[in-house]
């Protein structure tokens, strides 16, 4: 009970932190003995391979594991026992996770003994599972992580978001390498492993490789839609106001832009702040300068940034052209709303028309969690402004909102950072490729 309790917490948090997802769980035999063997890139591994499975997977796990504070527990909880990675400490969990097989438990079992320092599986690989399934009979079942290596390295000390793909493969049936001499028999059983699990963790390797790249890579001059919009804005206000006092966030802005390009190193941080700057600069100065230009201020500002920080943080997970897509179509929409606020001035504007777009712009693009978050936005751009009291003014205001999203749909996209771009092989192949949003 407080173990399948735990799992759907775990499978929901995972879900929204590492948009975790799981295919080929049915290929795990319903019953008897089995041995699951995967890639080996992070501390979350266990776990990851558990969430959608139904069978509990009893992992022989490094022992130090056991001593890291709340994940130790965690991995205890889901039927993990220690293993002593010194030199001949681990037979008597061998001796275990054999009979636990005998039994007919499934045993999970990472033959790197140790996590990846590349994300690519180790060059020598333990011969513990090969060895289980020739000795027991039991199907060896190979499993495919990608993306945890990028979530959570072996050098950094807490994970970070990033798309989680588990893959189980068809099971391997130990039956006809068993006639073979032991040393041939298990090399054989290891070199089909590997082959398996790598035919569709190479390219996710090598799609992380290219993304850390870019991460690197040095940032760019002020684009138009970060630079062109905060001087007009600026323009505009100081020339409803005379204020200088009124318009220094722009060149503020300006400033932080060259900084960026001049002086802060190329980070994934720096880049998510920098592709999400404009639409964040436009909104929050935007709201703030509209009483200065004669127009009526946003109601509920404070939930409206909460609704738009919700809509974009998907695009955290998105290929870096999606994402800046997004952002600048959203600072389209909020200078489209200043002027349906115009035609119609009311505060309850742009609940509608920044919502919409994102709503459209999510369902259009099928970007992650778009089941969830298009309704949601959708819901609230058309329901919620009605029952505050909204009518007919409302209606340029949605009408600015799908403008921006028609615009967006056909300007070129190209350029930044967001935070993936994975790629997969179809299962049949493992020299055909695909990307996957």
């Avoid at 990028?150 to 990033?162: G, I, K, N, Q, S």
């Avoid at 992650?368 to 029952?387: D, E, G, H, M, N």
Wanted: proline share 9%; charged share 20%; net charge positive.
């Amino acid at each position: 009970m407080i173990r399948d309790a735990l799992r759907a917490v775990l499978e929901a948090l995972f879900r929204v932190l590492f948009t975790y997802d799981c295919v080929g769980e049915e290929k795990i035999p319903a019953a008897g003995g089995a041995i699951v063997s995967a890639n080996h890139p992070s501390y979350l591994d266990p776990v990851l391979l558990s969430l959608q499975v139904k069978r509990p997977i009893l992992f022989m796990a490094w022992d130090a594991l056991f001593r890291v504070p709340l994940l130790g527990p965690m991995v205890r909880l889901f039927g993990a026992f220690p293993v002593d990675t010194r030199r001949g400490g681990g037979r008597a969990a061998y001796d275990a996770a054999k009979a636990l097989v005998e039994e007919g438990h499934v045993v999970g079992i990472f033959p790197e003994g140790k996590r990846s320092r590349a994300g690519w599986m180790e060059e020598e690989l333990r011969a513990g599972a090969a060895r289980l399934a020739l000795e027991t009979g039991a199907p060896l079942v190979p499993a495919t992580i990608r993306g945890a290596f990028r979530a959570w390295p072996y050098f950094r000390a807490l994970p970070e978001p990033a798309r989680i793909h588990v893959r189980y493969h068809d099971p391997i049936d130990p039956a006809p390498y068993r006639s073979r001499p032991e040393g041939e028999a298990t090399a054989a059983l290891l070199d089909e492993l590997r082959r398996r699990v790598e035919r569709t963790l190479t390219p996710g390797v090598k799609a992380d490789r290219r993304i850390e790249a870019l991460y690197r890579t040095p940032a760019p001059w002020p684009r138009l839609f970060e630079a062109v919009p905060a001087l007009a804005l600026a323009l505009l206000v100081f020339w409803k106001t005379r204020s200088f006092s009124a318009v220094w966030p722009a060149y503020a802005y300006i400033a932080y832009l060259l900084l960026d390009l001049l002086v802060l190193p190329p980070r994934r941080l720096t880049k998510w702040i920098r592709n999400g700057s404009a639409a964040a600069f436009v909104i929050v100065y935007g709201g703030l300068v509209l009483p200065g230009l004669g127009l009526p201020a946003p109601f509920g500002r404070v939930a409206l940034l909460a609704v738009l920080a919700g809509a974009g943080f998907p695009y955290l997970y998105e290929r870096g052209h999606l994402a800046l897509a997004f952002v600048r179509g959203l600072v389209g929409a909020a200078v489209l709303e200043l002027g349906a606020l115009y035609l119609a001035p009311t505060p309850l504007g742009p609940h509608v028309a920044l919502p919409l777009f994102c709503a459209a712009f999510a369902w259009e693009e099928r970007t992650v969690f778009w089941r969830y978050t298009a309704p949601i936005l959708l819901a609230y751009a058309t329901l919620v402004p009605p029952w505050l009291g909204g009518g007919i003014e409302l209606l340029p205001h949605a009408i600015a909102g799908l403008v921006a999203w028609g615009v967006a749909r056909f300007l070129p996209r190209g350029g930044g950072v967001a935070s993936t771009a994975d790629e997969e092989p179809d299962e049949a192949s493992s020299s055909t490729l695909g990307l996957r949003d």
